[in-house]
């Protein structure tokens, strides 16, 4: 792959604000890849559509959109269609598996135990768990780089995923250790992610997450972001 073709950034997007957000409850009743944004989250979108048509200066945009229904009709609310030469379904980037029809008070109490045992390696009763995320993200990132070497290749990547989902990839990119991964907060809803090429070709994040708990980055860890 030719080191000029990567492109100039990759924007990790997190899908707005969903019925679920407001009310756990709903997975009872809806299965998760199908719960919609609320009016809030479309609206959260949009003022994200705006802010990313300035940095990507207005030039096209390849995306890889998670196939759930709230990542789906994030994409759709951004208002960056005529930007998007190609917006490809990726299932690896879907959120963690947790259940199917979920009970929300079994679900806290494993969130619970997630807590305490780590949110890496714990593994939801029929779900995933985050090191599951991890492997297929890592094979995500594998057809990503092909496309880089594609003659069309544009300069401008989004993807538009889940909070975890994030946090992992970036966790993957750049080579973080689980303990750093686990002191993670995820972003807020339709908050970004900024991955930016440097002189070298390497890529820099333009700002850290927050952390939820206490660890000390390595100054490998800390030399990710700007």
């Not at 009743?29 to 705006?50: C, F, S, Y």
């Not at 401008?156 to 990119?173: K, P, Q, Y």
Request: include cysteine; glycine fraction near 4%; hydrophobic fraction near 35%.
């Amino acid at each position: 792959m030719g080191l000029s073709r990567r492109p100039l950034r990759i924007v990790l997007l997190r899908h707005g604000e969903s019925e679920a957000n407001l009310d756990k409850s709903v997975f009872e009743r809806v299965p998760d890849h199908a719960i919609p944004l609320t009016a809030h989250g479309h609206e959260q979108a949009a003022r994200t559509g705006k802010q990313l048509r300035e940095l990507f200066e207005n030039e096209p945009v390849r995306v890889y959109v998670s196939p759930y229904l709230r990542a789906l009709q994030t994409l759709e609310s951004l208002g960056l269609n005529d930007l998007i030469g190609l917006a490809r379904e990726e299932p690896r980037l879907r959120e963690q598996d947790w259940a199917n029809f979920q009970d929300t008070a079994d679900i806290e109490r494993q969130r619970q135990l997630r807590d305490e045992f780590g949110h890496f390696f714990y593994r939801f009763t029929h779900g995933e768990s985050g090191a599951d995320v991890y492997d297929r993200v890592s094979t995500f990132l594998e057809t990503m780089h092909r496309d880089f070497d594609s003659p069309d290749a544009p300069r401008n990547v989004l993807l538009v995923s889940h909070g975890l989902t994030m946090r992992l990839f970036c966790t993957r990119w750049f080579h973080w250790s689980v303990r750093f991964f686990e002191s993670l907060r995820n972003p807020d809803n339709a908050e970004t992610r900024v991955l930016l090429r440097q002189p070298d070709f390497r890529y820099k994040l333009d700002r850290p997450f927050e952390q939820w708990t206490p660890y000390e980055p390595t100054e490998r860890e800390r030399s990710a972001w700007l």
